[in-house]
């Protein structure tokens, strides 16, 4: 009887063994998809970022945009303010040389 017990024990101890070892195996594959689920989280997030660090630098360029082509209108309307002055000096200029053609005449 006591050898009976002891061969049943041992069965239950290997038994008990493969469990642990099946336990570990199983722990190790979760730990391995763990870590692989963490790399493609890192990778999504980097990817994020970037795609919203290239959406500031488009924000950016389309705000340059708009002032340089504010600066140009500006620019533009301050060169025909200043050719109307100048077109109207040079009538003025006009105007006097003929009054004064007028009087000496």
Not at 69 to 95: F, N
């Amino acid at each position: 009887e006591d050898e009976t017990s002891t061969v049943a024990a041992a069965a239950a101890l290997e038994d008990a063994m493969s469990l642990v070892e099946a336990t570990r195996a199983k722990l190790a594959a979760a730990e391995r998809e763990r870590a692989a689920i963490a790399k493609r989280e890192a990778a999504a997030r980097a990817e994020a970022a970037k795609a919203k660090a290239d959406a500031a630098k488009a924000d950016a360029a389309k705000d340059d945009d708009a002032k340089t082509k504010d600066d140009d209108a500006k620019t533009k309307d301050h060169a025909k303010t200043h050719r109307d002055e100048e077109a109207a000096a040079s009538a003025a200029a006009a105007a006097t040389i003929a009054s004064l053609r007028a009087e000496l005449d």
